[in-house]
């Protein structure tokens, strides 16, 4: 009997290993649950940050670009747009840009056109880029000095600013950023 005792003293029970290997299950269950919840916070962290910095680039290109179509003066129209898009030619160091941007919410995009040198045709370009996408909504509007207008077809001036509210898919958010145009004309 003495015999048995010490044998058994060191050694386990299967329920004892039953118990044991359980507890251990679940704790590695709970640490892989919290490692991959990590792992996705991660994965919409980064979606979030690429997001924001398409974003910040496009409104930076946007308003420098904008905000530079008054330097030159000519006859022919310089800007035409309406809610869902807008074109106007500007003078870059070398030649006249044609350029314009138009939101197409069932793709959910928002593209750039271009054109060097401008040849005064708004159906007509040498680039399309897409400057942001998976958009939900993208509208322009136009200011008079007084007033936001849905379109804008003046030949002979510019609008004083123009704003473009927009949002995304994923994102409840409604975004403005609105570009001075300065000595509009």
Not at 35 to 40: C, E, L, W, Y
């Given at each position: 009997?003495?015999?048995?005792?010490?044998?058994?003293?060191?050694?386990?029970?299967?329920?004892?290993?039953?118990?044991?290997?359980?507890?251990?299950?679940?704790?590695?269950?709970?640490?892989?649950?919290?490692?991959?919840?990590?792992?996705?916070?991660?994965?919409?962290a980064r979606k979030a940050i690429e997001t924001q910095q398409k974003e910040r680039f496009f409104l930076f290109k946007f308003g420098k670009e904008i905000s530079?179509?008054?330097?030159?003066?000519?006859?022919?129209?310089?800007?035409?747009g309406d809610a869902s898009k807008f074109f106007f030619v500007f003078a870059r160091e070398d030649s006249l840009v044609e350029s314009g941007y138009a939101c197409d919410t069932a793709s959910g995009s928002l593209t750039h056109f271009s054109q060097v040198p401008a040849d005064y045709d708004w159906s007509t370009y040498q680039?399309?880029?897409?400057?942001l996408d998976n958009l939900s909504?993208?509208?322009?509007?136009?200011?008079?000095?007084?007033?936001?207008?849905?379109?804008?077809?003046?030949?002979?001036?510019?609008?004083?600013?123009?704003?473009?509210?927009f949002k995304f898919k994923d994102d409840d958010r409604n975004r403005e950023f609105i570009v001075n145009i300065p000595l509009s004309q």
């Open positions: 009997m003495r015999r048995n005792r010490r044998a058994r003293a060191g050694a386990f029970t299967l329920v004892e290993v039953l118990i044991a290997t359980s507890i251990f299950t679940i704790i590695m269950a709970l640490v892989m649950a919290s490692v991959v919840g990590m792992f996705n916070s991660l994965r919409v530079s179509i008054t330097r030159i003066i000519y006859p022919q129209t310089r800007f035409t680039v399309k880029e897409t400057s909504s993208c509208v322009f509007s136009y200011s008079d000095g007084v007033d936001w207008l849905a379109s804008w077809d003046d030949a002979k001036k510019f609008p004083k600013a123009i704003k473009i509210d």
